[in-house]
């Protein structure tokens, strides 16, 4: 248990349909991450929010939307997704820009995933 | 591009036997972390290194950062077959915005 939870936890939509990824973090951290891991690729950051603010969008297609209503809570939003955006979905957590330790501000703690199929 | 390569990609061995897990990269980071991840699962925090140098253990891990920062090992003595996993390594360049750069990992299967 990494103080990170995310649902659901398998996930199969058609290209038509609209879902949603729920990630909730219990460690008081103030930045949250979501990142795709697909098979034979690196982890591929997608978004940086840091104090519900979103501070980085690594060109992302439209159809994610992302949304933090606050820093514990993280959204992915699923809309007409395409057959290769099946992967698992990474939430991550860690303390936020200026907070604590300084060697330790980087440390990352990450959800369960969210494994997508579309179909 | 900030570049961090891991090798090998896969690695097999027996049950009882050493290895090592090589992290490098032209960059210099700030930090570097390890991470572990099992099937299903999402990476799991190992260890995180500052110091050039430094070498931590955790039971029969050792990890090192390099002393210019730039690169990283980790080392796995008397292998076990629970120690079966992606191995990751992950470097920030700045100590300050959060950002990772992860290599593209490291598959190890232990045979009993």
């Known amino acids: 248990e990494t103080g990170v939870t995310q649902t659901p936890r398998h996930l199969v939509m058609g290209m038509t349909n609209k879902k949603s990824l729920k990630c909730e973090q219990h460690l008081g951290h103030n930045a949250m991450y979501w990142y795709k891991q697909s098979a034979k690729k690196p982890l591929e950051l997608m978004f940086v929010y840091n104090f519900k603010e979103q501070t980085e969008n690594n060109s992302v297609p439209s159809r994610f939307s992302p949304e933090c209503p606050n820093s514990s809570h993280l959204f992915l939003h699923l809309h007409t997704l395409q057959p290769e955006d099946s992967a698992l979905y990474l939430c991550?957590?860690?303390?936020?820009?200026?907070?604590?330790?300084?060697?330790?501000?980087?440390?990352?703690?990450f959800g369960p995933g969210t494994r997508l199929t579309v179909t | 591009t900030q570049l961090l390569e891991q090798s090998p990609q896969f690695l097999s061995i027996q049950e009882g036997e050493n290895l090592t897990v090589y992290c490098n990269s032209s960059s210099v980071f700030s930090s570097l972390q390890w991470y572990r991840q099992e099937p299903g699962e999402g990476p799991v925090l190992l260890v995180t290194v500052v110091t050039g140098g430094e070498v931590k253990k955790l039971k029969r891990l050792t990890f090192q950062f390099g002393d210019a920062r730039k690169d990283s090992s980790l080392h796995i003595t008397a292998a076990q077959p629970g120690d079966t996993g992606l191995y990751l390594c992950?470097?920030?360049?700045?100590?300050?915005?959060?950002?990772?750069?992860f290599g593209q990992g490291t598959t190890l299967q232990v045979k009993p």
């Open positions: 991550a957590s860690s303390q936020g820009p200026g907070q604590g330790i300084s060697g330790r501000r980087n440390e990352q703690y």
């Open positions: 992950a470097g920030a360049r700045s100590s300050n915005t959060g950002k990772l750069i």
